[in-house]
């Protein structure tokens, strides 16, 4: 790439303050609403794969407008609008549901239904990490180009942008389906678990060499200030299951539900004291020598090595949350009201922690980047229950008096959600390496709006494509 280009397109992506944490709230609810239209369309016209490829390909096609597109334009073109597109997908969600309903019930048979509706098939967690994944997809590229304002993007040091959301919740979503969180150990953690999670990480260390190498050696644009000289988000999810693995084998003790979090408010803890107390935060962004030199390794890459320590603590967490939504005896409507109080209570102490402590700083991944991201996290788990919740309900609500169901819940899930979900390394590390390309081929910041979103809607057809494909033919 060409040095001045290269330079230009990394100043693009500079200097960024974030948004405000209502406006990431809003533009999180938006592939939660568009997931349920989506579901509550698919079982009113009844559509599901027939096995013919005409119809399959409609299909994909109309999971694509309804979930990705939408996702796209919340984010782009219509950034501004993203309360009222809300309030659109809501309307439209309250006329389909209405539209499902045909037999009436009571409310205390409403009621008795909720406390006993409890899933088999965890419907929310496809659509949480799928989701994810689809959103990360969107902003990688989306980001290089003028359409994306520029309070959506990584804040430089302090600040909370919609980019600096995924990398977080990354982190949490991994340890919420871990192994570790569905299955409970009543001895000592083996070492051939901690070996196991070590070989399972080389490929993101691979994933991450090739990058270092990719970029620097073709001049590729690069932000040093967001992970250092050499450091990546794939050496970050490299390291912290092996090392949580290692702590869990070291202090086994600390293998249920409170251990899980006690470690993650010890670690979050003390951590956050060495930033405010110690010095810690002006290491981050001045280096050991305070010159912002970058000679020794560490100096090079302080700021991913450092911000692997509020990841670490935020994977706890997330194992401690798994935990207790992978109790099978508890209804989904215990859950759901559960992770509303935890929602409720990190929106508190975030504006405790913004208030007495430090502001939210991706960067270093500190104790209200910590807060922020379990209150996000909880409430797209909310969304999503709450679909699986409403689907339910459906089935109950249609069933006829020979018991036969509609199967509305079962029939509703994405083809596309599900695909993505089987394949997410594969998903993740495509939709980076086709960022790249198109960065070498189109001079994304001075593209036409009209250029913008003709080039993202075909990344995003081609990458889905390739996943989609993959998931029907079975070839992984």
Not at 137 to 150: K, M, Q
């Amino acid at each position: 790439m060409d040095e001045k280009i290269s330079k230009e397109k990394t100043a693009f992506v500079s200097n960024t303050f974030g948004t405000t944490i209502p406006e990431v709230f809003q533009v999180a609810a938006t592939p939660v609403l568009s997931c349920m239209l989506y579901a509550l369309i698919k079982c009113k016209f009844g559509l599901s794969r027939s096995g013919r490829w005409y119809k399959d390909c409609l299909l994909f096609l109309i999971e694509n407008f309804l979930i990705v597109f939408t996702g796209f334009f919340s984010v782009t073109l219509l950034s501004d609008y993203v309360l009222q597109l809300n309030l659109a997908l809501l309307f439209l969600n309250t006329i389909a549901l209405h539209s499902h309903i045909r037999n009436k019930m009571s409310f205390k048979q409403f009621i008795y239904l909720c406390h006993h509706i409890n899933p088999v098939e965890n419907m929310y967690l496809t659509n949480y990490k799928a989701l994810m994944h689809i959103c990360t997809a969107i902003c990688v590229l989306a980001v290089d180009f003028n359409i994306f304002p520029r309070r959506f993007a990584k804040a430089e040091v302090y600040g909370v942008g919609v980019m600096d959301m995924a990398v977080g919740s990354y982190i949490f979503s991994n340890a919420l389906t871990s192994t570790q969180a569905r299955v409970r150990l009543n001895c000592a953690l083996p070492f051939s678990d901690v070996t196991k999670n070590l070989k399972n990480s080389l490929i993101l260390v691979c994933c991450g060499a090739m990058r270092v190498l990719f970029i620097k050696g073709s001049n590729y644009q690069e932000h040093v200030n967001e992970y250092g000289v050499h450091w990546n988000f794939f050496f970050t999810l490299a390291l912290i299951k092996p090392l949580a693995t290692f702590i869990l084998y070291l202090l086994p003790w600390y293998q249920k539900q409170l251990g899980y979090l006690s470690l993650s408010v010890i670690i979050v803890t003390l951590y956050q004291i060495c930033l405010s107390r110690f010095g810690l935060t002006d290491v981050i962004q001045d280096g050991l020598q305070g010159d912002k030199s970058r000679a020794s390794f560490i100096d090079a890459n302080r700021e991913g090595l450092f911000s692997c320590i509020g990841y670490l603590s935020l994977y706890f967490c997330g194992l401690f949350f798994g935990r207790q939504i992978f109790k099978a005896k508890l209804p989904l409507v215990n859950k759901i009201f559960w992770l509303f109080l935890w929602f409720l209570s990190m929106l508190v102490v975030l504006n405790a922690s913004l208030y007495f402590v430090s502001p939210i700083s991706r960067q270093m991944a500190n104790l209200s980047y910590f807060l922020v991201q379990v209150a996000c996290n909880c409430f797209l788990l909310i969304g999503f229950m709450l679909i699986d919740l409403f689907c339910e309900l459906l089935d109950r609500f249609n069933e006829k008096k020979n018991n036969n169901k509609s199967n509305i819940f079962y029939s509703s899930l994405s083809v596309l959600c599900r695909a993505i979900n089987r394949n997410l390394l594969l998903y993740f590390i495509l939709c980076n390496v086709l960022t790249g390309i198109v960065n070498f081929m189109f001079d994304t910041i001075n593209c036409s709006n009209l250029m913008a979103v003709i080039i993202n809607l075909f990344y995003l057809l081609g990458l889905n494509l390739v996943i989609w494909i993959i998931f029907i033919f079975q070839l992984s």
